[in-house]
């Protein structure tokens, strides 16, 4: 039997060995977690820089993002809008201007950014204007029904990709020039006898189209008008532009907008479209365009038809 001395020798020399081999196995864990670890935080690297590159932070990606983050202007914003010619009084001390892309050269943009302002580039998504310099670009085939009262225009088939192609062409110009934001005009074809049959969810799908394609710009958009539709696009802009809500009672559709925090630039013409005068509206009229639920959130302006450089405030 052995002596005591002996089962103490071999009890220390098991625990010395259980020891070591279990400092070798904590060792051994200890390493392969910070292994893991570091190859989780790689990848996770990894991937929020690909989120990054695809534009993630204007709310979705494509190819040629530029790493920008969408401006988005905050509810009750002011702004003036001149399309009738280019523009040619940057008095006026407002957040945001909207002018034409293709009249206004990118000195305009320059001056307005000087002076503390942003600027929303106007063209038309969803018609053709044969004045304008891309003109010949429009296969005939995709040209649709006039727009009365509107001399030289036309609806345009927006499921085209040679459509989509001259948009894509016009971002390019609107970056180019240092647009801050666009305002495409004239998606709401669904309401309209556009000869093309296009529906709603033509329009979806192309406002989705437009929104990405700016992002990738490193650019704002805003929805024009295009009520039914709102409520399938409305996380992909970061304004909209109405026209005469007031007047066809339906302000309270477009206040979707300033409850998601994103401003509504509303427009009234209580003039007329025959009136294109400096005479302050007042009485009546003027409350009719200034006065609706929610109102006190929008940000009204009462503008000539023609949009020249008058305007009035409420």
């Known amino acids: 039997m052995p002596s005591d001395e002996a089962i103490k020798a071999s009890a220390a020399s098991g625990w010395k060995t259980w020891s070591t081999k279990k400092k070798a196995a904590i060792l051994g864990i200890t390493l392969f977690i910070l292994a ?107 040209i649709g029904a006039d727009l009365p009262d509107w001399e030289g225009e036309s609806w345009v088939d927006i499921t085209s990709e040679a459509i989509r192609d001259i948009m894509t062409a016009r971002l390019d110009l609107a ?34 189209f437009l929104a990405r394609e700016a992002r990738d ?5 805003g929805l024009k008008n295009a009520g039914a539709v709102i409520d399938r696009v409305i996380g992909d802009m970061q304004w909209s532009v109405n026209e005469q809500c007031a007047e066809y009672h339906e302000c309270d559709v477009y206040a979707a907008f300033v409850r998601a925090n994103k401003p509504v630039f509303h427009l009234e013409y209580p003039k007329g479209d025959k009136v294109n ?22 940000s009204t302006l009462i503008k000539n038809m023609d949009l020249d450089n008058w305007y009035q405030t409420c």
């Open 36 to 142: 893991l670890a570091i190859g989780l935080g790689v990848g996770l690297g990894l991937g929020l820089n690909n989120d990054n590159d695809n534009g993630s932070s204007g709310g979705g990606g494509g190819s040629g993002g530029d790493n920008t983050t969408t401006w988005q202007p905050p509810v009750g914003s002011t702004w003036q809008i001149v399309l009738s010619y280019a523009l040619n009084d940057t008095r006026p001390a407002v957040d945001v201007y909207d002018i034409d892309l293709f009249e206004n050269p990118a000195s305009t943009i320059d001056e307005l950014h000087a002076q503390s302002r942003r600027v929303i580039c106007y063209f038309s998504a969803g018609t053709y204007e044969d004045w304008r310099e891309d003109a010949s670009s429009f296969p005939q085939e995709d």
């Open 175 to 208: 970056r180019e020039k240092g647009c801050d934001g666009v305002d495409p005009d004239n998606v709401d074809g669904y309401d309209n006898d556009n000869g093309l049959g296009l529906s709603e969810e033509d329009t979806v799908d192309y406002v989705r």
């Open 217 to 221: 710009r490193g650019l704002s958009i």
């Open 277 to 298: 005068d400096e005479v302050e509206v007042t009485g009546r009229r003027k409350t009719e365009a200034c006065d609706f639920g929610e109102s006190d959130k929008f």
